[in-house]
């Protein structure tokens, strides 16, 4: 929950919704309501490095916020956009283990402060929450830090080692994660492949292809 606790800040917020029209939000009739642009991979890019895309969602979380002694509801939608590669990790597993999601959810503030914590969430969670894996990832240890041009700007990439459960065999992996903001939003990158393979070109590659939002 995000409360602002300086008298001025409240009367500025007030002020500033007033203005904008949102005296719904005000008088607790109705939410205010952000909506984030997706992020997505172009068809170049996916083609070259072999990976499609396996599924995508618009899941909303309402937040509460206080102002002016009145607690509102503040919805956040957001955009996901989940990405595969079919790889062999031995003579007999073959599967979609190499993964990629993309997470864009708005960036808004309320009297200076940011509204969506997940600028606040730890590198256990977001990998958690973001991969697409019944097992979840366990062990999380960050290895490296690394640069890469995406989304108009030299990005750091951040690397880690985990285990998980591949088809019910413990596997270590290797974890890409990157979060920056571009254009009013958050936008969050995780991939996940088998240690063995070498996909870091790859995953380069899918973070340069980046549109936000889509062409």
Not at 110 to 131: A, F, Q
């Amino acid at each position: 929950m995000v409360r602002l606790r300086a008298l001025g800040i409240g009367v500025s917020f007030v002020v500033l919704l007033g203005s904008a029209g949102c005296l719904g939000f005000l008088t607790g009739d109705q939410p205010l309501e952000f909506a984030a642009n997706a992020t997505e991979v172009d068809d170049e890019t996916l083609a070259e490095t072999e990976y499609r895309m396996a599924g995508s969602e618009s899941p909303n979380r309402t937040l509460n916020v206080t102002a002016g002694g009145q607690t509102r509801e503040v919805t956040l939608s957001s955009e996901v956009r989940r990405y595969n590669r079919t790889v062999s990790v031995a003579p007999s597993l073959e599967g979609d283990f190499a993964r990629m999601t993309v997470y864009t959810t708005p960036s808004p503030t309320v009297g200076g402060r940011s509204v969506n914590p997940v600028d606040e969430w730890s590198t256990e969670r977001l990998i958690r929450r973001l991969v697409d894996s019944t097992s979840g990832d366990s062990n999380v240890e960050f290895e490296s830090n690394r640069s890469v041009e995406f989304l108009d700007g030299e990005r750091t990439v951040s690397t880690y080692g985990a285990t998980r459960s591949l088809n019910g065999t413990e596997a270590n992996v290797t974890v890409h994660l990157a979060t920056v903001e571009h254009d009013g939003d958050y936008v969050v990158v995780v991939a996940v492949h088998p240690e063995r393979l070498d996909e870091r070109s790859r995953v380069d590659a899918l973070l340069a292809g980046l549109r936000h939002p889509p062409s």
